[in-house]
C-alpha cells in the first residue's frame, strides 16, 4: 500500500477529450458535500468512489451508520482495498469499547479541565438533539442554567469521588435540594447528600492539616476575624473554594427555582444520562477500560460505530455523535509534523448527526486534515434537523464550509435551485426574430448576449440514476471551489461507475 501524503498527490482523476482535472488529497481536506435523492446513486457511485480512494490511499477513519447494511457495505470496502485489518467496528455484543468518561479525564487536553471537557461533549450532544426535534431554545438562559447544573454535578463528582461515572452524575441531579423539601435523612450511597457530606469530610481534613501548620499568632489573628479565617482556607485549598461553589449553587440558586423552570433544566440533562444508562450505550460507552481511542485513526485505523440510526433510533445517533465530537477535537489536537496521514470522517444520511460545532470544525478541517464526506438526499433535511433560530442561515454557512459538491439527479427543487445559484451565471447569445406581412414580407434578426443559468435546475432531474438500465453508471454534476476542470470552468457533468 503507498503511504504518501502529499496534499497535491491524485486520488481521483476526471479526464475527457479537452484534458484531464487531478482531483487531490488537497481537496479531499477541503470537505465533500454529495447530494442526490432516492436510487440516484451518490452512495453506489460517488460515495463508493471516494472511500475507496481514501482506502487505497492508506486513509484512517471514522464512519456513522444511519442505515442496517453499513457495516456491511464498510467491510467489503475494507477487503477490496486490502484494509481489512484496519476495521474497527464498536458494535453492541463486539469486543470494542470507548470509555468517553475515562477518555476525556485521563489528561490529554493539556490545560483544560476534566469538568470543562467533559461539559463540552454532553452539552454538545443535548443540544444537537434539541436542535433535531426543534426544542432549542434561543433565549440564553437555558443555556447558562444548563451549563451551570453540568459543571456542578461534575464538580460534585470530582471532589466527592476523585471520579465521573453516568450513575453518580445521574443520581445527584435526581436528588439535588429542592425548595420547602427536607434533605434526606439518610445519606444513601450516590445521593447528593452523600456526595455533598464526603465532600465535606474530605475539604475538613484538609482544614484541619492546614491549620495545624499555622503559627499561634496565625491561629489566634484567624480566630479573632472570620474574613480573614474564610480568605486563608479559600486561598490556600482549592477543594475548599470549589466546594463553597458547589454549595452556593445547589443551596442558594438552584434549589430556588420554580417547579418549571427547574424541571425543564433537570430534565434535558437526567432525560440523556438516562439513555447512556441503558444498554447496549451503556456498555460500549460508559464502562469498563477502553479498547479503541479516536487517536487510532491518525495509525490507519477505520472506526466504524455499527449503531444504525435506522435500528437504533435516537440513543443510536446521540451516542454516535458523542462519538464524533469527541474525534473530532482528537483529530484538530495532531500535530502534522508528527503524523501527515489523512483522516476521514464519513457520515451518510449526515442530516442525523449535525451538531453545533460543525461549521465551526470544519472551517478548521483543512489544516487539520481531515477529509469530511456528509451525504443526504436534500438540504431540506439540514433544515429539518439543525433547527433552532436562523437555521436556514446556518446551514448555508455550513454547507459553504464544504469545497466539492456532487449533485446527483434530485426531484427536490430547492436543492436543485441552491445548485444552479452556485454554479452560476454566464452570457449566452440570445436570438430574436422578426417577420412582417406589410405591402411586402421582410424578415429580420437582432442577437444579443443575456446573462443565464449555466446549468438550469430541471437538468439535475435529468442525471442518470444507475442500475442496469443505465449499465450500472449514474451520472452528477461536480463543482469545486477555487478549482477549474479542464473545460475551464468550476462544474462538470462526471460519471461513476456503480462496480
Same mark, same amino acid.
Given at each position: 500500500m503507498i503511504e504518501s501524503f502529499?496534499?497535491?498527490?491524485? %486520488?481521483?482523476?476526471?479526464?475527457?477529450?479537452?484534458?484531464?482535472?487531478?482531483?487531490?488529497i488537497r481537496d479531499a481536506v477541503e470537505g465533500v458535500q454529495i447530494f442526490g435523492g432516492i436510487g440516484s446513486g451518490k452512495?453506489?457511485? $460517488?460515495?463508493?468512489?471516494?472511500?475507496?480512494?481514501? %482506502?487505497?490511499? *492508506?486513509?484512517?477513519?471514522?464512519?456513522?451508520?444511519?442505515?442496517?447494511?453499513?457495516?456491511?457495505?464498510w467491510t467489503a470496502y475494507c477487503t477490496s482495498t486490502n484494509r481489512i485489518d484496519d476495521l474497527i467496528v464498536i458494535e453492541p455484543g463486539g469486543e470494542h469499547r470507548f470509555n468517553f468518561l475515562e477518555y476525556e479525564s485521563s489528561g490529554r487536553h493539556g490545560g483544560v479541565s476534566y469538568t470543562e471537557n467533559i461539559v463540552q461533549v454532553l452539552?454538545?450532544?443535548?443540544?444537537?438533539?434539541?436542535?433535531?426535534? *426543534?426544542g432549542k431554545s434561543d433565549d440564553p438562559f437555558w443555556e447558562s442554567a444548563l451549563d451551570m447544573l453540568m459543571f456542578n454535578v461534575i464538580d460534585l463528582c470530582l471532589l466527592a469521588y476523585g471520579e465521573v461515572s453516568v450513575e453518580a452524575m445521574y443520581d445527584i441531579v435526581q436528588t439535588a435540594p429542592q425548595k420547602d423539601k427536607p434533605s434526606e435523612k439518610k445519606s444513601r450511597p450516590g445521593s447528593f447528600d452523600h456526595a455533598y457530606r464526603l465532600c465535606q469530610q474530605k475539604v475538613n481534613t484538609q482544614i484541619n492539616d492546614l491549620f495545624a501548620g499555622l503559627s499561634p499568632e496565625q491561629m489566634a489573628s484567624c480566630k479573632e476575624d472570620a474574613n480573614l479565617y474564610e480568605l486563608v482556607i479559600t486561598e490556600s485549598l482549592p477543594d475548599a473554594k470549589l466546594l463553597k461553589l458547589i454549595d452556593q449553587f445547589f443551596i442558594e440558586h438552584y434549589r430556588n427555582l420554580s417547579e418549571k423552570t427547574r424541571s425543564i433544566i433537570e430534565f434535558s440533562f437526567a432525560g440523556f444520562l438516562f439513555r447512556l444508562l441503558k444498554e447496549p450505550i451503556y456498555s460500549l460507552f460508559c464502562h469498563g477500560a477502553s479498547t479503541v481511542i479516536p487517536e487510532d485513526?491518525?495509525?490507519?485505523?477505520?472506526?466504524?460505530?455499527?449503531?444504525?440510526?435506522? %435500528?437504533?433510533?435516537?440513543?443510536?445517533?446521540? $451516542?454516535?455523535?458523542?462519538?464524533?465530537?469527541?474525534?473530532?477535537?482528537?483529530?484538530?489536537?495532531?500535530?502534522?509534523?508528527?503524523?501527515a496521514r489523512p483522516v476521514? %470522517?464519513?457520515?451518510?444520511?449526515?442530516?442525523?448527526f449535525l451538531h453545533e460545532y460543525d461549521a465551526e470544525y470544519q472551517a478548521t478541517a483543512r489544516s487539520s486534515r481531515?477529509?469530511?464526506?456528509?451525504?443526504?438526499?436534500?438540504?431540506?433535511?439540514?433544515?429539518?434537523?439543525?433547527?433552532?433560530?436562523?437555521?436556514?442561515?446556518r446551514v448555508k454557512s455550513f454547507l459553504g464550509t464544504l469545497a466539492t459538491k456532487i449533485f446527483h439527479a434530485n426531484a427536490d427543487v430547492e436543492t436543485n435551485t441552491y445548485a444552479s445559484d452556485l454554479?452560476?451565471?454566464?452570457?449566452?447569445?440570445?436570438?430574436?426574430?422578426?417577420?412582417?406581412?406589410?405591402?411586402?414580407?421582410?424578415?429580420?434578426?437582432t442577437i444579443s448576449f443575456e446573462l443565464q443559468k449555466m446549468i438550469q435546475p430541471r437538468e439535475f432531474n435529468e442525471l442518470k440514476t444507475g442500475g442496469p438500465l443505465n449499465n450500472n453508471v449514474t451520472e452528477a454534476i461536480m463543482h469545486l471551489q477555487g478549482k477549474v476542470f479542464e473545460n475551464k470552468q468550476n462544474h462538470k457533468k462526471v460519471s461513476f461507475k456503480q462496480n
Open positions: 502529499e496534499l497535491d498527490e491524485t %486520488l481521483i482523476p476526471f479526464t475527457s477529450d479537452k484534458g484531464k482535472t487531478d482531483w487531490t452512495t453506489s457511485g $460517488s460515495g463508493r468512489k471516494l472511500a475507496l480512494s481514501y %482506502l487505497q490511499k *492508506g486513509f484512517g477513519g471514522l464512519v456513522l451508520t444511519a442505515k442496517p447494511d453499513e457495516k456491511e457495505l452539552k454538545t450532544v443535548i443540544r444537537s438533539s434539541e436542535e433535531k426535534s *426543534g485513526s491518525l495509525d490507519g485505523k477505520i472506526i466504524l460505530l455499527n449503531l444504525p440510526v435506522k %435500528l437504533y433510533h435516537k440513543v443510536g445517533r446521540d $451516542s454516535q455523535i458523542l462519538f464524533k465530537y469527541v474525534w473530532q477535537r482528537a483529530m484538530e489536537r495532531r500535530q502534522n509534523n508528527d503524523n476521514f %470522517l464519513w457520515a451518510d444520511e449526515a442530516q442525523n481531515i477529509a469530511t464526506v456528509y451525504i443526504s438526499q436534500n438540504i431540506p433535511n439540514y433544515y429539518a434537523n439543525m433547527g433552532g433560530h436562523k437555521s436556514e442561515y454554479i452560476g451565471e454566464a452570457y449566452a447569445e440570445s436570438v430574436q426574430r422578426s417577420r412582417t406581412l406589410a405591402g411586402e414580407f421582410s424578415s429580420g434578426e
